[in-house]
């Protein structure tokens, strides 16, 4: 299998200018969401709307966008924001945690999209994790991605992580002898930034979970959006809406 095989596409440089808008994109998010773990505050993005809990109820994966269009331009890349939940009937919080947090698993989980996963270091509920992605939508991305997660209990029944990207890099001809990776911010730019924000929440019998991911990923090139459009614009949301799935179908059969 091949990674990056693009014939013609030009490699794109992550440029300072495009990290700082999205950092600031971040911030804002971080701010926004800060209001769901003060007292009073809605814990559960399900609970803004009825439809959305009973739809996880009945086993469905609620999946919106949440800056209501598919991407937000910035300078030099695009910011992509995906909200979504499930409901795990039966699960209790403590099992739940359990196995999320057992990294080197979830090379089993969420195959075939992660392909290999690691935990490389564990303090407390702060974890350091290495994970090697696939992405495919017409063409083939191989990832090797680290991550710093932390998680935090905020009372018996509510827990939140936070999971930052600290290093992304693509690999051409992964598996392979020729196997190598691209300078990390000089590649093919379909992944440059994840910030994954997770909440779980066990009640009505059994643990609600959702996640919002906030991805970077270079602009649409000219003449090749026909090829490229659709891995951007498509992913993000899949990869999400994929994620919530199968961790429902690690405990729900």
Not at 206 to 231: D, M
Request: proline content about 6%; some cysteine.
């Amino acid at each position: 299998m091949g990674g990056l095989c693009i014939s013609g596409a030009r490699a794109a440089e992550l440029k300072p200018e495009t990290v700082q808008a999205f950092d600031r994109y971040a911030r804002d998010a971080e701010a926004r969401l800060e209001q769901r773990l003060r007292p009073g505050g809605r814990f559960l993005w399900v609970d803004d709307a009825p439809d959305r809990a009973r739809q996880a109820r009945a086993g469905q994966v609620v999946v919106e966008n949440r800056s209501g269009q598919d991407s937000t331009p910035i300078p030099g890349g695009l910011i992509h924001d995906w909200i979504g939940a499930a409901f795990l009937p039966g699960v209790t919080l403590e099992k739940l945690l359990a196995r999320v947090q057992d990294y080197n698993r979830h090379k089993e989980i969420y195959q075939p999209e992660v392909m290999d996963s690691r935990l490389l270091s564990r303090n407390g509920n702060d974890f350091k994790i290495y994970l090697r992605l696939m992405k495919k939508k017409v063409i083939t991305v191989v990832l090797d991605t680290w991550h710093d997660v932390h998680y935090y209990p905020l009372d018996a029944t509510r827990w939140h992580s936070r999971s930052y990207s600290t290093r992304i890099v693509a690999v051409e001809n992964p598996g392979q002898p020729e196997e190598r990776a691209l300078p990390p911010g000089n590649d093919q730019g379909f992944l440059w930034r994840l910030d994954s924000y997770w909440r779980f929440e066990q009640r009505d019998g059994g643990v609600y979970i959702e996640c919002e991911a906030i991805s970077l990923t270079r602009s649409v090139p000219a003449g090749l959006g026909w090829l490229v459009q659709p891995f951007i614009k498509s992913l993000p949301r899949e990869s999400l809406a994929n994620t919530l799935r199968e961790t429902r179908a690690a405990f729900v059969k």
